[in-house]
């Protein structure tokens, strides 16, 4: 079966720091692009950072210049580090692989609060 795990959610103040870590297995994971989805609270869905299987990247307007998404396809992991965090970054993160439809796994939870 398809699993994605992300992990290293947390609490953190206005401007911190925080490293989501996701593990996938089930699939190829080198011949997929993926990439970061959040859902803040009462918000939907939101692709945030996207990563092909070339390690070519993008990411949304609201996240760049903060954001760095990466990949390790030997460790089949994918990571987003996340800098200079604002309120609005608060939700769950989800690791999702790229296909039609968007498959995700469980998320993790990142709150921003003073």
């Known amino acids: 079966e398809v699993q994605l795990q992300a992990s290293g959610g947390g609490l953190v103040q206005p401007g911190g720091s925080l490293r989501l870590s996701c593990v996938a297995s089930?699939?190829?994971?080198?011949?997929?692009?993926m990439s970061w989805l959040r859902q803040a609270p009462g918000k939907g869905l939101e692709s945030v950072s996207d990563?092909?299987?070339?390690?070519?990247?993008a990411y949304a307007d609201s996240v760049k210049g903060r954001f760095t998404v990466s990949r390790d396809n030997a460790k089949r992991m994918v990571y987003l580090q996340m800098n200079s965090l604002k309120l609005e970054d608060t939700g769950v993160y989800y690791c999702?692989?790229?296909?039609?439809?968007?498959?995700w796994g469980k998320g993790t939870q990142v709150t921003v609060s003073s």
């Open positions: 089930g699939f190829r994971f080198s011949s997929f692009a």
């Open positions: 999702n692989r790229v296909t039609i439809p968007w498959d």
């Open positions: 990563i092909m299987n070339d390690d070519r990247t």
